[in-house]
């Protein structure tokens, strides 16, 4: 169940007045957590991969909640956290293995077949190929856009590019799904 911003500031507003901040951030936990650990899995892919950068972005966003400005969404604010968090882990993984992100991407997509958690067609596996192909930006914006269902603005929040070049990305990466998916189904 996704939180009206009036639930948010009651929520911030009882974790800072000391209504038992555990509680209330377990509480903020089973409003977000299945939709950040879909986010994060879509830019990580593995399952186990996702459950340790979910735990870590939740352990950022307890030790920053505090802190929180409300100047943004509290979602926005909690996805911003978990697409870092998810990315920082991409660029350390790149960087143990010492290969490209290409490689990683390819890495990534070769995973997915392999994968117990993966249960989709061939359909769906070709899409999530060719989400995988597209650079990273345009993978974000793709994912946020047909997954999460995020308004451009609420992106802007999230990734700080502007409304014009998410708008931009996602137009492009939509094209080139369309011809890889074609592409691949028809070979």
């Known amino acids: 169940m996704e939180l009206s ?3 948010e500031k009651e929520l911030l507003n009882r974790f800072n007045t000391g209504d038992d901040p555990e509680r209330v951030f377990t509480e903020l936990l089973g409003h977000f957590q299945k939709r950040v650990y879909w986010h994060i899995r879509r830019i990580v892919i593995n399952h186990e991969d ?18 929180f400005r409300g100047e943004s969404r509290l979602y926005t604010w909690i996805f911003r956290i978990a ?4 990315l920082s882990f991409l660029q350390k993984k790149q960087n143990r293995m010492s290969i490209s992100m290409d490689e990683l991407q390819e ?8 994968s117990a958690y993966f249960n989709g067609n061939r359909t769906e596996l070709v899409l999530q190929q060719a989400i995988l192909s597209l650079p990273e930006k345009q993978r ?31 137009h492009l990466a939509s094209k080139k799904i369309e011809e890889f998916v074609k592409r691949t189904l028809n070979s």
């Open 107 to 114: 890495q990534l997509g070769d995973s997915l077949k392999a």
């Open 5 to 7: 911003a009036e639930q």
């Open 50 to 67: 996702a459950d340790d950068v979910l735990q870590n972005t939740f352990i950022r966003i307890w030790e920053k909640l505090g802190s």
């Open 83 to 86: 697409t870092n968090e998810a």
């Open 140 to 170: 974000l914006v793709f994912n946020m856009k047909y997954y999460e269902g995020l308004k451009y603005e609420e992106m802007e929040e999230i990734l700080g590019t502007s409304v014009g070049a998410l708008k931009a990305s996602y």
